[in-house]
């Protein structure tokens, strides 16, 4: 996807109710963060959070990316907060 006309990879993790508060999401997060590294070392990724989404602010931090305010913008439900690994100029 393209973040203010960069273009990098998005980290969107979504879990059926039932799977959550298992450290699912943080786990399988981490993981996708360790293969991009290593596999796709030139794209940053990035997580776009609600901030009133503490589990998936949770869930960012675990898996690597690092806040960026100043990447923050306008999302579908209001702003998004954006968390990345390497970051964009
Ligand atoms: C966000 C989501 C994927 C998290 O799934 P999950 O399996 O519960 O996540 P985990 O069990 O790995 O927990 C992640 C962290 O959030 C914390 N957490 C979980 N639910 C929480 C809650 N209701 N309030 C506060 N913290 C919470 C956990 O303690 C954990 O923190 P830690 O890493 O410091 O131990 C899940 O809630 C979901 O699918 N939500 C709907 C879709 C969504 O909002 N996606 C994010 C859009 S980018």
């Known amino acids: 996807m ?50 009133a989404n503490i589990a998936s602010r949770r869930v960012a931090i675990r898996a690597g990316p690092t806040r960026t305010e100043h990447l923050d913008g306008a999302g579908y439900a209001g702003l998004d907060w954006i968390y990345a690994s390497k970051l964009p100029n």
Do not use: N
Request: aromatic letters at 10%.
């Open 2 to 51: 393209d973040l203010h006309r960069t273009q990098v990879l998005h980290l969107f993790y979504r879990s059926a109710t039932s799977a959550w508060g298992q450290g699912f999401a943080g786990e399988a997060a981490t993981k996708v963060t360790a293969w991009v590294s290593r596999h796709v070392p030139d794209l940053p990724l990035i997580a776009r959070v609600r901030p």
